[in-house]
Protein backbone atom coordinates (compact mmCIF):
# COMPACT_ATOMS: atom_id res chain seq x y z
CA UNK A 1 0.00 0.00 0.00
CA UNK A 2 1.47 3.68 -0.85
CA UNK A 3 2.10 6.12 2.31
CA UNK A 4 -1.20 8.00 3.77
CA UNK A 5 -1.59 10.82 1.85
CA UNK A 6 -0.55 14.10 3.92
CA UNK A 7 -4.01 15.49 5.46
CA UNK A 8 -5.70 14.80 1.84
CA UNK A 9 -7.61 12.09 -0.37
CA UNK A 10 -6.94 8.67 -0.58
CA UNK A 11 -8.66 9.13 -4.59
CA UNK A 12 -6.89 11.42 -6.78
CA UNK A 13 -7.29 12.48 -10.51
CA UNK A 14 -10.34 12.78 -12.61
CA UNK A 15 -11.03 9.02 -12.21
CA UNK A 16 -11.82 8.99 -8.50
CA UNK A 17 -15.90 8.83 -7.89
CA UNK A 18 -16.85 12.52 -7.98
CA UNK A 19 -17.88 14.30 -4.21
CA UNK A 20 -21.36 14.60 -5.91
CA UNK A 21 -22.02 11.28 -6.14
CA UNK A 22 -20.64 10.52 -2.85
CA UNK A 23 -22.61 12.70 -1.41
CA UNK A 24 -25.71 11.64 -2.83
CA UNK A 25 -26.47 9.19 -0.04
CA UNK A 26 -29.13 10.44 2.83
CA UNK A 27 -27.82 7.89 5.00
CA UNK A 28 -31.91 6.64 5.04
CA UNK A 29 -31.20 2.56 5.39
CA UNK A 30 -34.15 1.64 2.56
CA UNK A 31 -31.12 -0.52 0.85
CA UNK A 32 -30.54 -2.37 3.52
CA UNK A 33 -32.36 -5.56 3.21
CA UNK A 34 -32.13 -5.27 -0.76
CA UNK A 35 -28.33 -6.03 -0.14
CA UNK A 36 -27.35 -9.29 -0.09
CA UNK A 37 -24.62 -9.63 1.62
CA UNK A 38 -26.06 -7.20 4.40
CA UNK A 39 -28.49 -9.73 4.58
CA UNK A 40 -26.52 -12.45 5.00
CA UNK A 41 -24.18 -10.50 7.44
CA UNK A 42 -25.87 -8.31 8.96
CA UNK A 43 -22.91 -5.88 9.07
CA UNK A 44 -23.56 -2.16 8.18
CA UNK A 45 -19.98 -2.11 6.59
CA UNK A 46 -20.96 -4.85 4.59
CA UNK A 47 -24.18 -2.72 3.50
CA UNK A 48 -24.48 -0.36 0.64
CA UNK A 49 -25.07 2.71 3.15
CA UNK A 50 -22.05 1.31 5.36
CA UNK A 51 -20.17 1.14 2.09
CA UNK A 52 -20.64 4.81 0.73
CA UNK A 53 -19.39 5.84 3.86
CA UNK A 54 -16.28 4.01 3.13
CA UNK A 55 -15.69 5.17 0.37
CA UNK A 56 -16.28 9.01 1.56
CA UNK A 57 -13.61 8.14 4.04
CA UNK A 58 -11.10 7.30 1.57
CA UNK A 59 -12.18 10.16 0.21
CA UNK A 60 -11.51 12.34 2.93
CA UNK A 61 -8.31 10.48 3.82
CA UNK A 62 -10.02 10.05 7.52
CA UNK A 63 -9.83 6.32 7.10
CA UNK A 64 -6.73 4.46 5.51
CA UNK A 65 -7.36 1.08 2.40
CA UNK A 66 -6.56 -1.43 4.94
CA UNK A 67 -7.22 -4.78 4.64
CA UNK A 68 -10.37 -4.97 6.49
CA UNK A 69 -11.69 -2.22 4.80
CA UNK A 70 -10.70 -3.60 1.56
CA UNK A 71 -12.32 -6.81 2.24
CA UNK A 72 -15.71 -5.05 2.72
CA UNK A 73 -15.66 -3.10 -0.74
CA UNK A 74 -14.21 -6.56 -2.04
CA UNK A 75 -17.32 -8.74 -0.77
CA UNK A 76 -19.59 -6.11 -2.78
CA UNK A 77 -21.29 -8.24 -5.67
CA UNK A 78 -21.71 -5.33 -7.68
CA UNK A 79 -25.67 -6.43 -8.33
CA UNK A 80 -26.72 -2.97 -7.84
CA UNK A 81 -29.97 -3.97 -5.82
CA UNK A 82 -29.37 -0.95 -3.75
CA UNK A 83 -30.03 1.69 -7.05
CA UNK A 84 -33.03 -0.34 -7.30
CA UNK A 85 -34.32 0.98 -3.92
CA UNK A 86 -32.26 3.94 -3.25
CA UNK A 87 -35.09 7.15 -3.10
CA UNK A 88 -32.16 9.31 -3.74
CA UNK A 89 -30.88 8.11 -6.87
CA UNK A 90 -27.45 7.30 -5.50
CA UNK A 91 -25.01 5.35 -8.67
CA UNK A 92 -23.69 2.97 -6.25
CA UNK A 93 -21.87 1.01 -9.47
CA UNK A 94 -20.33 4.06 -10.53
CA UNK A 95 -19.06 4.92 -7.26
CA UNK A 96 -18.10 1.20 -6.58
CA UNK A 97 -16.39 0.61 -9.86
CA UNK A 98 -14.05 3.82 -9.65
CA UNK A 99 -13.32 3.30 -6.64
CA UNK A 100 -11.63 -0.07 -6.81
CA UNK A 101 -10.26 1.64 -9.73
CA UNK A 102 -8.16 4.05 -7.19
CA UNK A 103 -7.72 1.22 -5.15
CA UNK A 104 -6.09 -1.05 -8.01
CA UNK A 105 -3.37 1.51 -7.91
CA UNK A 106 -2.60 1.75 -4.69
CA UNK A 107 -2.79 -2.11 -3.14
CA UNK A 108 -1.81 -5.41 -4.43
CA UNK A 109 -3.73 -8.35 -3.53
CA UNK A 110 -1.96 -11.41 -5.02
CA UNK A 111 -3.85 -14.62 -5.07
CA UNK A 112 -3.20 -17.64 -7.40
CA UNK A 113 -7.44 -16.45 -8.24
CA UNK A 114 -6.82 -13.09 -8.56
CA UNK A 115 -3.47 -13.20 -10.61
CA UNK A 116 -5.35 -15.81 -13.11
CA UNK A 117 -8.40 -13.94 -13.24
CA UNK A 118 -5.86 -11.02 -14.49
CA UNK A 119 -4.16 -12.41 -17.11
CA UNK A 120 -8.16 -14.02 -18.52
CA UNK A 121 -9.19 -10.11 -18.68
CA UNK A 122 -5.86 -8.48 -19.84
CA UNK A 123 -4.46 -11.45 -22.31
CA UNK A 124 -7.23 -13.75 -23.18
CA UNK A 125 -11.33 -11.97 -23.60
CA UNK A 126 -9.93 -8.94 -25.59
CA UNK A 127 -9.08 -11.44 -27.92
CA UNK A 128 -11.35 -13.77 -29.51
CA UNK A 129 -9.07 -16.15 -31.37
CA UNK A 130 -7.42 -17.05 -27.53
CA UNK A 131 -11.23 -17.28 -26.09
CA UNK A 132 -11.77 -19.93 -28.63
CA UNK A 133 -8.01 -21.39 -27.92
CA UNK A 134 -9.39 -21.18 -24.40
CA UNK A 135 -12.78 -23.12 -24.85
CA UNK A 136 -10.57 -25.64 -26.95
CA UNK A 137 -8.35 -26.56 -24.07
CA UNK A 138 -11.36 -26.55 -21.46
CA UNK A 139 -12.77 -28.91 -23.74
CA UNK A 140 -10.13 -31.36 -23.81
CA UNK A 141 -10.53 -31.60 -19.98
CA UNK A 142 -13.85 -32.39 -20.35
CA UNK A 143 -13.60 -35.15 -22.62
CA UNK A 144 -11.31 -38.81 -22.86
CA UNK A 145 -8.93 -40.37 -20.20
CA UNK A 146 -8.32 -36.31 -18.99
CA UNK A 147 -11.66 -35.65 -18.29
CA UNK A 148 -12.68 -38.95 -16.69
CA UNK A 149 -9.22 -37.87 -14.27
CA UNK A 150 -10.18 -33.92 -13.36
CA UNK A 151 -13.86 -35.21 -12.83
CA UNK A 152 -12.75 -38.21 -10.32
CA UNK A 153 -8.68 -38.28 -8.17
CA UNK A 154 -7.18 -35.22 -10.19
CA UNK A 155 -9.92 -32.72 -9.44
CA UNK A 156 -9.45 -33.41 -5.92
CA UNK A 157 -5.92 -32.32 -6.25
CA UNK A 158 -6.53 -28.32 -7.67
CA UNK A 159 -7.57 -25.88 -5.52
CA UNK A 160 -11.56 -25.27 -4.95
CA UNK A 161 -11.63 -21.70 -7.22
CA UNK A 162 -10.57 -24.67 -9.85
CA UNK A 163 -12.75 -27.23 -9.40
CA UNK A 164 -16.04 -24.67 -8.83
CA UNK A 165 -14.86 -23.42 -11.90
CA UNK A 166 -14.40 -26.27 -14.20
CA UNK A 167 -17.73 -27.90 -12.60
CA UNK A 168 -19.27 -24.65 -13.89
CA UNK A 169 -18.31 -25.12 -17.73
CA UNK A 170 -20.64 -26.59 -19.60
CA UNK A 171 -20.59 -29.41 -21.90
CA UNK A 172 -18.23 -27.23 -24.96
CA UNK A 173 -18.93 -27.66 -28.82
CA UNK A 174 -16.04 -27.85 -31.23
CA UNK A 175 -15.13 -24.55 -32.43
CA UNK A 176 -16.91 -25.48 -35.81
CA UNK A 177 -20.03 -26.04 -33.55
CA UNK A 178 -19.76 -22.48 -32.26
CA UNK A 179 -19.37 -20.46 -35.40
CA UNK A 180 -22.36 -17.96 -35.80
CA UNK A 181 -22.23 -19.18 -39.43
CA UNK A 182 -23.93 -22.17 -38.44
CA UNK A 183 -27.53 -20.64 -38.20
CA UNK A 184 -27.68 -20.04 -42.15
CA UNK A 185 -29.23 -22.94 -42.76
CA UNK A 186 -31.75 -22.87 -39.98
CA UNK A 187 -32.92 -19.50 -40.90
CA UNK A 188 -36.66 -18.87 -42.30
CA UNK A 189 -37.35 -19.60 -45.95
CA UNK A 190 -36.13 -16.64 -47.61
CA UNK A 191 -33.64 -15.44 -45.35
CA UNK A 192 -30.16 -15.39 -46.43
CA UNK A 193 -26.25 -14.71 -44.89
CA UNK A 194 -23.98 -12.49 -46.51
CA UNK A 195 -20.18 -13.17 -45.10
CA UNK A 196 -17.68 -10.39 -46.34
CA UNK A 197 -14.21 -8.68 -44.27
CA UNK A 198 -16.66 -6.80 -42.06
CA UNK A 199 -18.57 -9.22 -40.53
CA UNK A 200 -21.65 -11.59 -41.05
CA UNK A 201 -25.11 -9.95 -42.13
CA UNK A 202 -28.19 -12.16 -42.07
CA UNK A 203 -31.24 -10.88 -43.98
CA UNK A 204 -34.46 -11.83 -43.40
CA UNK A 205 -36.78 -13.10 -46.80
CA UNK A 206 -38.71 -9.95 -47.46
CA UNK A 207 -38.33 -5.77 -46.73
CA UNK A 208 -35.99 -5.51 -43.40
CA UNK A 209 -38.06 -3.59 -40.37
CA UNK A 210 -35.14 -2.94 -39.63
CA UNK A 211 -31.27 -2.94 -39.07
CA UNK A 212 -29.62 -4.12 -35.63
CA UNK A 213 -26.05 -4.84 -34.81
CA UNK A 214 -25.28 -8.00 -32.44
CA UNK A 215 -22.97 -7.78 -29.99
CA UNK A 216 -21.35 -11.14 -29.83
CA UNK A 217 -20.20 -11.43 -26.08
CA UNK A 218 -17.30 -14.05 -25.39
CA UNK A 219 -19.08 -15.87 -22.76
CA UNK A 220 -22.40 -16.57 -25.14
CA UNK A 221 -20.09 -17.14 -28.25
CA UNK A 222 -17.93 -19.76 -26.77
CA UNK A 223 -19.99 -21.80 -24.15
CA UNK A 224 -23.73 -21.02 -24.75
CA UNK A 225 -23.22 -21.36 -29.08
CA UNK A 226 -26.12 -22.78 -29.76
CA UNK A 227 -28.42 -19.47 -27.68
CA UNK A 228 -25.92 -17.25 -29.38
CA UNK A 229 -27.39 -18.72 -33.07
CA UNK A 230 -31.07 -18.36 -31.64
CA UNK A 231 -30.19 -14.74 -31.15
CA UNK A 232 -29.95 -14.18 -34.37
CA UNK A 233 -32.68 -16.76 -36.03
CA UNK A 234 -34.78 -14.90 -33.57
CA UNK A 235 -34.33 -11.68 -34.74
CA UNK A 236 -34.61 -12.56 -38.62
CA UNK A 237 -37.75 -14.49 -37.69
CA UNK A 238 -39.32 -11.06 -36.62
CA UNK A 239 -37.92 -9.41 -39.97
CA UNK A 240 -34.86 -7.66 -38.67
CA UNK A 241 -31.30 -7.16 -40.60
CA UNK A 242 -28.63 -8.71 -38.47
CA UNK A 243 -25.00 -7.37 -38.36
CA UNK A 244 -22.55 -9.05 -36.52
CA UNK A 245 -19.27 -7.13 -36.92
CA UNK A 246 -15.50 -8.69 -37.23
CA UNK A 247 -14.16 -5.74 -35.20
CA UNK A 248 -16.24 -6.11 -32.59
CA UNK A 249 -14.87 -6.99 -29.12
CA UNK A 250 -14.93 -7.57 -25.22
CA UNK A 251 -17.12 -5.73 -23.42
CA UNK A 252 -14.83 -4.86 -20.90
CA UNK A 253 -17.49 -5.45 -17.93
CA UNK A 254 -15.46 -7.47 -15.99
CA UNK A 255 -12.63 -5.59 -16.32
CA UNK A 256 -14.49 -2.84 -14.78
CA UNK A 257 -15.74 -4.37 -12.27
CA UNK A 258 -12.07 -4.97 -11.12
CA UNK A 259 -11.10 -2.10 -11.34
CA UNK A 260 -8.94 -2.55 -14.94
CA UNK A 261 -10.24 1.09 -16.18
CA UNK A 262 -7.59 1.91 -18.74
CA UNK A 263 -8.20 -1.68 -19.91
CA UNK A 264 -11.80 -1.78 -20.18
CA UNK A 265 -11.64 2.06 -22.31
CA UNK A 266 -10.15 0.56 -24.43
CA UNK A 267 -11.82 -1.97 -25.42
CA UNK A 268 -14.99 0.59 -25.56
CA UNK A 269 -13.06 2.51 -27.77
CA UNK A 270 -12.75 -0.40 -30.01
CA UNK A 271 -16.68 -0.86 -29.92
CA UNK A 272 -17.58 2.04 -30.34
CA UNK A 273 -15.67 1.95 -33.79
CA UNK A 274 -16.85 -1.44 -34.75
CA UNK A 275 -20.36 -0.55 -34.15
CA UNK A 276 -19.76 2.93 -36.46
CA UNK A 277 -22.49 1.82 -38.71
CA UNK A 278 -26.18 2.64 -39.10
CA UNK A 279 -28.12 0.40 -36.52
CA UNK A 280 -31.60 1.20 -35.17
CA UNK A 281 -30.40 -0.65 -31.92
CA UNK A 282 -26.90 -2.26 -30.70
CA UNK A 283 -28.21 -5.55 -29.28
CA UNK A 284 -26.98 -7.50 -26.21
CA UNK A 285 -28.05 -10.87 -25.35
CA UNK A 286 -26.15 -11.00 -22.11
CA UNK A 287 -27.56 -8.96 -18.98
CA UNK A 288 -23.69 -7.92 -17.41
CA UNK A 289 -21.89 -7.05 -21.19
CA UNK A 290 -25.55 -4.95 -22.35
CA UNK A 291 -25.08 -3.12 -18.85
CA UNK A 292 -21.44 -2.17 -19.73
CA UNK A 293 -22.57 -1.33 -23.04
CA UNK A 294 -24.71 1.44 -21.98
CA UNK A 295 -22.27 2.75 -19.91
CA UNK A 296 -19.76 3.88 -22.22
CA UNK A 297 -20.69 7.32 -22.81
CA UNK A 298 -19.97 7.49 -18.64
CA UNK A 299 -16.39 5.23 -18.82
CA UNK A 300 -15.18 7.57 -21.56
CA UNK A 301 -15.85 10.45 -19.50
CA UNK A 302 -18.80 11.96 -21.65
CA UNK A 303 -17.16 11.27 -25.21
CA UNK A 304 -20.00 11.93 -27.94
CA UNK A 305 -20.05 9.21 -29.79
CA UNK A 306 -19.70 7.08 -27.09
CA UNK A 307 -22.70 8.21 -25.32
CA UNK A 308 -24.79 7.22 -29.02
CA UNK A 309 -23.32 4.18 -28.98
CA UNK A 310 -25.05 3.49 -25.49
CA UNK A 311 -27.85 5.42 -26.32
CA UNK A 312 -28.58 2.38 -29.18
CA UNK A 313 -28.05 -0.06 -26.78
CA UNK A 314 -30.94 -2.73 -25.95
CA UNK A 315 -31.27 -6.33 -24.74
CA UNK A 316 -32.41 -8.82 -27.23
CA UNK A 317 -35.82 -8.64 -25.32
CA UNK A 318 -36.63 -5.29 -25.65
CA UNK A 319 -35.67 -5.83 -29.19
CA UNK A 320 -38.06 -8.89 -30.06
CA UNK A 321 -40.28 -7.07 -28.14
CA UNK A 322 -40.49 -3.96 -29.88
CA UNK A 323 -40.00 -5.10 -33.22
CA UNK A 324 -42.37 -8.07 -32.26
CA UNK A 325 -42.38 -12.17 -32.98
CA UNK A 326 -45.17 -13.77 -35.50
CA UNK A 327 -47.60 -16.04 -33.81
CA UNK A 328 -45.21 -18.76 -32.58
CA UNK A 329 -46.37 -21.83 -34.58
CA UNK A 330 -45.43 -24.92 -31.51
CA UNK A 331 -47.34 -24.79 -28.42
CA UNK A 332 -44.86 -25.15 -25.66
CA UNK A 333 -46.02 -28.21 -23.41
CA UNK A 334 -44.93 -29.59 -19.76
CA UNK A 335 -42.01 -32.10 -19.95
CA UNK A 336 -43.71 -34.49 -17.74
CA UNK A 337 -47.21 -34.54 -20.01
CA UNK A 338 -47.56 -32.96 -23.34
CA UNK A 339 -51.10 -31.96 -22.35
CA UNK A 340 -49.72 -29.93 -19.32
CA UNK A 341 -48.76 -25.95 -20.07
CA UNK A 342 -44.60 -25.67 -19.96
CA UNK A 343 -44.25 -23.87 -16.12
CA UNK A 344 -41.56 -21.18 -16.81
CA UNK A 345 -40.28 -19.02 -14.09
CA UNK A 346 -37.84 -15.96 -14.57
CA UNK A 347 -34.53 -15.08 -12.18
CA UNK A 348 -34.28 -10.99 -13.05
CA UNK A 349 -30.54 -11.10 -13.52
CA UNK A 350 -28.97 -8.13 -11.86
CA UNK A 351 -27.55 -6.28 -14.70
CA UNK A 352 -30.98 -6.89 -16.21
CA UNK A 353 -33.35 -5.90 -13.73
CA UNK A 354 -31.01 -3.00 -11.64
CA UNK A 355 -28.25 -1.76 -14.26
CA UNK A 356 -30.33 -1.85 -17.01
CA UNK A 357 -34.10 -1.36 -15.92
CA UNK A 358 -35.39 -3.77 -18.01
CA UNK A 359 -38.21 -6.45 -16.39
CA UNK A 360 -41.39 -6.50 -18.63
CA UNK A 361 -39.81 -7.00 -22.23
CA UNK A 362 -38.80 -10.65 -21.24
CA UNK A 363 -42.08 -11.34 -19.59
CA UNK A 364 -44.15 -10.18 -22.68
CA UNK A 365 -42.13 -12.23 -24.90
CA UNK A 366 -42.74 -15.30 -22.73
CA UNK A 367 -46.33 -14.65 -21.39
CA UNK A 368 -46.96 -14.82 -25.07
CA UNK A 369 -45.95 -18.03 -26.09
CA UNK A 370 -48.74 -21.00 -26.64
CA UNK A 371 -48.36 -23.43 -24.03
CA UNK A 372 -46.59 -21.50 -20.63
CA UNK A 373 -47.49 -20.90 -17.90
CA UNK A 374 -45.48 -18.10 -16.31
CA UNK A 375 -44.84 -18.67 -12.60
CA UNK A 376 -43.45 -15.25 -10.29
CA UNK A 377 -40.54 -15.92 -8.97
CA UNK A 378 -40.30 -14.76 -5.38
CA UNK A 379 -37.66 -12.40 -4.72
CA UNK A 380 -36.62 -12.52 -8.72
CA UNK A 381 -34.14 -9.88 -8.76
CA UNK A 382 -32.16 -11.01 -5.91
CA UNK A 383 -28.47 -11.94 -7.08
CA UNK A 384 -27.83 -15.24 -7.35
CA UNK A 385 -23.79 -15.00 -6.01
CA UNK A 386 -22.49 -15.46 -9.74
CA UNK A 387 -21.36 -11.58 -10.37
CA UNK A 388 -18.46 -12.50 -13.03
CA UNK A 389 -15.41 -14.20 -11.24
CA UNK A 390 -17.10 -13.48 -7.57
CA UNK A 391 -18.80 -17.15 -7.28
CA UNK A 392 -14.14 -18.17 -7.30
CA UNK A 393 -13.56 -15.11 -5.28
CA UNK A 394 -16.48 -15.54 -2.08
CA UNK A 395 -17.29 -19.05 -3.07
CA UNK A 396 -19.20 -18.90 0.89
CA UNK A 397 -20.96 -15.91 0.26
CA UNK A 398 -21.34 -16.92 -3.38
CA UNK A 399 -23.03 -19.93 -2.82
CA UNK A 400 -25.23 -18.41 0.10
CA UNK A 401 -27.17 -16.48 -2.23
CA UNK A 402 -27.40 -19.65 -4.69
CA UNK A 403 -29.20 -21.35 -1.92
CA UNK A 404 -31.28 -18.18 -1.56
CA UNK A 405 -32.27 -18.71 -5.36
CA UNK A 406 -31.99 -22.38 -5.95
CA UNK A 407 -34.84 -22.40 -2.90
CA UNK A 408 -37.37 -20.01 -4.44
CA UNK A 409 -37.20 -21.95 -7.50
CA UNK A 410 -38.10 -25.00 -5.66
CA UNK A 411 -41.21 -23.24 -4.06
CA UNK A 412 -42.61 -22.83 -7.15
CA UNK A 413 -41.91 -25.52 -9.07
CA UNK A 414 -40.97 -24.60 -12.42
CA UNK A 415 -40.09 -26.51 -15.53
CA UNK A 416 -37.88 -24.03 -16.77
CA UNK A 417 -35.95 -21.14 -15.48
CA UNK A 418 -34.86 -18.17 -17.06
CA UNK A 419 -31.79 -16.79 -16.34
CA UNK A 420 -30.27 -14.02 -19.46
CA UNK A 421 -26.96 -13.75 -18.32
CA UNK A 422 -24.03 -16.00 -19.01
CA UNK A 423 -23.01 -15.37 -15.44
CA UNK A 424 -26.22 -16.36 -13.81
CA UNK A 425 -26.40 -19.61 -16.36
CA UNK A 426 -23.23 -21.33 -15.39
CA UNK A 427 -23.74 -20.67 -11.62
CA UNK A 428 -27.61 -21.18 -11.21
CA UNK A 429 -27.10 -24.32 -13.52
CA UNK A 430 -23.88 -25.90 -11.28
CA UNK A 431 -25.98 -25.35 -8.29
CA UNK A 432 -29.15 -27.16 -9.68
CA UNK A 433 -26.79 -30.38 -10.31
CA UNK A 434 -25.33 -30.65 -7.22
CA UNK A 435 -28.34 -30.21 -5.27
CA UNK A 436 -30.44 -32.96 -7.98
CA UNK A 437 -32.61 -30.74 -9.03
CA UNK A 438 -34.62 -31.94 -12.54
CA UNK A 439 -35.30 -28.12 -13.35
CA UNK A 440 -33.78 -26.52 -16.80
CA UNK A 441 -32.34 -23.28 -16.37
CA UNK A 442 -31.88 -21.55 -19.83
CA UNK A 443 -31.68 -18.44 -21.58
CA UNK A 444 -34.71 -16.70 -22.79
CA UNK A 445 -33.68 -17.35 -26.03
CA UNK A 446 -33.65 -21.20 -26.10
CA UNK A 447 -37.60 -21.06 -24.68
CA UNK A 448 -38.40 -18.59 -27.31
CA UNK A 449 -36.32 -20.79 -29.91
CA UNK A 450 -38.41 -23.89 -29.03
CA UNK A 451 -41.40 -22.34 -30.15
CA UNK A 452 -40.22 -21.19 -33.47
CA UNK A 453 -38.53 -24.34 -33.97
CA UNK A 454 -36.35 -24.51 -37.11
CA UNK A 455 -37.44 -27.46 -40.13
CA UNK A 456 -36.17 -30.67 -38.31
CA UNK A 457 -33.35 -31.22 -41.09
CA UNK A 458 -31.70 -27.52 -39.82
CA UNK A 459 -32.34 -28.25 -36.00
CA UNK A 460 -28.67 -29.66 -35.80
CA UNK A 461 -27.60 -26.16 -37.14
CA UNK A 462 -29.11 -23.82 -34.29
S1 LIG B 1 -31.12 3.87 0.11
FE1 LIG B 1 -29.71 5.24 -0.97
S2 LIG B 1 -29.70 7.13 0.23
FE2 LIG B 1 -30.59 5.54 1.53
S3 LIG B 1 -28.81 4.73 2.69
FE3 LIG B 1 -29.06 3.42 0.90
S4 LIG B 1 -27.68 4.33 -0.65
FE4 LIG B 1 -27.98 5.88 0.96
S1 LIG C 1 -24.16 -3.61 -5.26
FE1 LIG C 1 -25.32 -5.31 -4.30
S2 LIG C 1 -23.88 -6.25 -2.82
FE2 LIG C 1 -23.04 -4.24 -3.39
S3 LIG C 1 -23.81 -2.82 -1.83
FE3 LIG C 1 -25.30 -2.73 -3.54
S4 LIG C 1 -26.86 -4.25 -3.03
FE4 LIG C 1 -25.05 -4.68 -1.72
Redesign the pocket.
Known sequence: MNAAPAGGSWFEGADAPTRRDLDTCIHCGL?LM?????RTLKLEP???RG?IWLMRGLADGRIAPDVTLVAHLD?????????SVCPAGVP??RM?EATRGQLEQRIRRATPVRALAGLVLSAVLPHRERVHAAADLLRLGQRGVLGAWLRGAGGRLLPLWARRGLASTPALLPRAGRSLARVEAALPPGARMVEDADGVTFMPAGEPRGRVALHETCLMEAMFSHTHREAVRLMVIAGLEVVAPRAATCCGALHAHSGRREEARALARRNVRAFSGTFDFVVSHSAGCGSALREFGDLLGGDADAGAFSAKVRDVSEVLAHFGLPPAPHVLSSPRDDAAPLRVAMHDP?HLA?AQRVREAPRRLLRALPGVEFLELPDSDW?CGS?GVYNLTHPGMADAQLAGKLDRIESVTPDVVIASNPGCLLHMQRGARERGSEVRIVHLLDVLGEAYPPPPAAASHT
Open positions: CACPTYDSPRRCLDCRACEYGLCHCA
